[in-house]
């Protein structure tokens, strides 16, 4: 059992490299066949905008769509709930416990 996980995670971990070195040498490829037309900070920069823009895209995608609250979750997030006033207060209270430092009396 332990030998199939550890076998399973390296070979995540080889696909992971592998891709990891693949958009390397693509990014690098790109930015070679640039270099010559714009410079090199020219070509740096062209080559992060493409690779940069998916993720980008993607992100803000993502953040425009508004994910569905649980009915919990708006019963805590209310500010009229004395609910979310009492788990507000036991959570301040818990992290000043949590966070306070603790002096010696000597």
Not at 6 to 27: D, E, K, N, P
Not at 57 to 81: D, G, H, K, W, Y
């Amino acid at each position: 059992m332990v030998a199939r996980a550890a076998a399973a995670l390296l070979g995540l971990l080889f696909l992971a490299s592998l891709i990891f070195v693949g958009v390397v040498l693509a990014a690098f490829s790109i930015d070679t066949a640039l270099v010559n037309l714009v410079g090199v900070a020219g070509a740096a920069a062209i080559t992060a905008l493409l690779f940069l823009a998916g993720p980008v895209l993607a992100l803000l995608i993502f953040a425009m769509r508004r994910p569905r609250e649980s009915a919990f979750v708006t019963l805590l997030s209310s500010a009229s709930s004395p609910l979310a006033a009492i788990l507000g207060a036991g959570a301040l209270g818990l992290a000043e416990a949590f966070f306070k430092k603790k002096r010696r009396r000597d």
